[in-house]
């Protein structure tokens, strides 16, 4: 009899803990990737693009979605408003993260990270000021393209 009883009890145990394991593995934090373990800063620097950054989404138990943010020396990051930050980064830089004196901007399509406590008034105003630069380089690139077809044209004509 006592043995029918300790079967019953492992056919019963079995299931529970095979279910406790997978709620510990679902709630557990997400892996850190190579390029975002922390390093230490050697000095602040300004804003920055950071190429790596970005989210991601984990579930958990109750199969609720998690979102995360990962970006280059900042391990993943628990967003609590995603939606939200969503909407606001169209308009406006949003702060998305801090892990050690750096801070992870979201603006528009990119984010950016720096060292040297701005506001989001001034990250925009460096975006604006870098997509600015990024322009005149590109049209200096076009008018030197553009002449130096001209002096082949006269050079073969």
């Known amino acids: 009899m006592s043995g029918v009883v300790v079967g019953v009890v492992v056919v019963l145990a079995v299931p529970v803990i ?22 230490p800063v050697t000095s602040p620097g300004g804003p920055a693009p950071d190429p790596n950054a970005g ?7 109750a199969f609720r979605k998690r979102h995360f943010f ?20 169209r308009e406006q830089p949003v702060r998305i993260a801090r ?12 984010f ?25 380089r590109r049209d200096r690139d076009r008018l030197l393209s553009a002449a130096e077809e001209s002096l082949r044209r006269r050079a073969n004509g």
Do not use: M, N
């Open 18 to 39: 095979a279910g406790v394991v997978v709620a510990v593995r679902r709630r557990s934090w997400p892996e850190t990737p190579a390029f975002a373990r922390p390093r």
């Open 99 to 110: 892990y050690g004196i750096r801070v992870w901007w979201w603006f528009e399509e990119d």
């Open 55 to 61: 989210f991601f989404t984990h579930r958990r138990f």
């Open 112 to 136: 950016y990270r720096e060292a040297v406590g701005l506001g989001a008034d001034d990250v925009r105003a460096w975006v604006r000021e870098r997509e600015r630069k990024q322009r005149a």
């Open 70 to 89: 990962v970006g280059t020396g900042c391990p993943p990051v628990l967003v609590a408003d995603f939606p939200s930050l969503d909407v606001l980064r």
